[in-house]
């Protein structure tokens, strides 16, 4: 008993195995999916650069800030009314600060 294989058997061998080990597509996506994402991608990269130069710019101008030497001016020095008597009259007399004002000896 002699078997005899052709080339159509063959071809028909491989035509089936391939029908079973091709996998079928779970998810068809349409392009508007791609496009959408796509979208959001470029939206999202866009704020990051818009944020992140923002950031940048305001430690720059905190750094200036650091960087410039601090002035403080606490207007005229003023002595405290009870320790030192603030009132003098034209002819230099001290007075306290009461009411009425006493004149300081």
């Given at each position: 008993?002699?078997?005899?294989?052709?080339n159509k058997d063959i071809y028909e061998e491989i035509q089936e195995m391939s029908k079973k080990s091709e996998k079928q597509?779970?998810?068809v996506k349409s392009q508007w999916y791609y496009i959408f994402w796509g979208t959001c991608t470029v939206?999202?990269?866009a704020g990051q650069l818009f944020?992140?130069?923002?950031?940048?710019r305001m430690a720059e101008s905190f750094d200036k800030v650091l960087d410039s030497p601090i002035h403080l001016d606490f207007g005229?020095?003023?002595?405290?009314?009870m320790l030192v008597p603030e009132w003098?009259?034209?002819?230099g007399n001290l007075w306290q600060p009461t009411d009425p004002?006493?004149?300081v000896y």
């Open positions: 008993m002699k078997l005899s294989i052709t597509r779970h998810q939206a999202v990269c944020v992140g130069n923002g950031f940048r005229i020095p003023r002595r405290h009314p003098e009259d034209d002819d004002p006493k004149k």
